[in-house]
């Protein structure tokens, strides 16, 4: 529809990936069009889906392999989560955050989550294989909220998405054992940047599919990441829990700008950014990294001895750092971070939002190129605007944190206000917190 009256009842969306970007677009599809009593269907196309035990709080499903992601939630998602009437499972959580530390050139800033206010671990996909929990996730949790609101899953590869004649998208997919097709009155294109945008610059059939789709499309720009998961033996890691850790250097070898611990239930989940990290090409590699990265001396103190750390596996995904270029055609959009993220953090917040924005769109505007124009692209734009400033505040961050004289003066000043000011007139603690 191109009329301003939005999709109809009858129509039918089709959403490729049903990661956390495709399991909102189908929860905010859907409820928003209850309420506007019209009867849409929802069709998610996600191949890492298979069965699980599952539990009451968390159904028989399972999300097949890794989501590389640190799997942190923020207070942000959390307040929308509880919005959408949407409580994470005990078995899912792997860790409540009670302080956050910033490791300083000099000394750590540490400072307690504000009351009122949480932040969550989990793990998103399966990995890795040795927890005893491995069928518990956060994206399975998130899939099944988008079925428990009246999507349709279809556990299949799309291997290609062209127009209809009608001018309709025609989905093709591949299930274990035939070849099928699906037309729509609207495809969401939600697989994920380490699903089609990869690095290695091999190209996938969906990423194939959008450039011919839309021949202006251009995925955002991408870094290099490496995420590597710790066992802790069970004893050591209770000194580890309820603190995530950001450290903002390395060393003159090791070349780091942005890295976090982030403590999972007997684990480690460490996201290491940088120099060094931009150009590793394998195991090897990531294995000399992971070693450096354990013996540096403020690391050293952090951790447990690497004697009884046992590394489960490590990946190098990649992480948004620009908007993707014409997102939008008739009756296609692209949302989730194959279309924008928040810079260098909180990519679920950033599916959601998108998501979000996509179907008011659809159910208020319509599905042509000019409704998604008006009502679709302004919320990318912020995402452009409001990362050019965190580039900024990033760069400002790891200036101070990483000078020995600087971080000197900003922890007397942290320490200063600690002792001088009430706790509700801690302005500076407010500012870091933001």
Known sequence: QQDGKGLESGATVAVIGGGPAGAFSAIHLLRQARTLQRDIQVVIFERR??????????????????????????????????????????????GRIRFITIEGYWKNIEFEVP?????????????????????????????????????????AEVDDVRYADDGRPRIHYRTATTRETLDADFAVFAAGVNEVACASARASPVLESLRRLIPGFVPPRLRQALIFE?????????????????????????????????????????????????????????????????????????????????????????????????????????????????????????AHQTARALAETLLNRGSGREDLKRGYLPTLRRFQRDNRFAAVVFLLHRIVFGSSVLSRVFYQAVITERKDALRQDRRLKRILWQ
């Open 230 to 350: 710790l066992e802790v033996d069970p004893h050591l890691s209770a000194s580890l829990e309820g603190q995530l850790h950001f450290v903002e250097y390395g060393s003159k070898a090791l070349r780091l700008e942005m890295c976090s611990l982030v403590p999972k239930r007997g684990y480690v989940t460490a996201v290491l950014m940088g120099e060094s990290v931009d150009s590793l090409t394998g195991h090897a590699q990531n294995a000399a990294i992971l070693r450096q990265f354990l013996e540096l001396p403020h690391i050293r103190k952090l951790m447990p001895p690497t004697g009884r750390l046992r590394v489960s596996c490590s990946c190098n995904p990649n992480l948004v750092v620009s908007n993707a270029r014409n997102p939008i055609s008739d009756r296609i959009a692209v949302v989730g971070d194959m279309a924008t993220s928040r810079l260098y953090k909180d990519g679920i917040l950033s």
């Open 49 to 94: 889906r298979q069965p699980g035990p599952g539990t009451a709080g968390c159904p028989a499903t399972n999300w097949k392999g890794c989501n590389y992601c640190a799997g942190g939630l923020s207070p942000k998602l959390l307040d929308l989560l509880a919005e959408l009437n949407l409580r994470v499972p005990e078995e899912v959580v792997q």
């Open 115 to 155: 009351e009122g206010r949480e932040i969550l671990t989990v793990y998103r996909g399966s990995r890795p294989a040795t927890r005893r929990d491995r069928h518990q996730s956060f994206d399975s949790f998130l899939l099944d909220q988008a079925l428990a609101a009246g999507a349709r899953l279809i556990s």
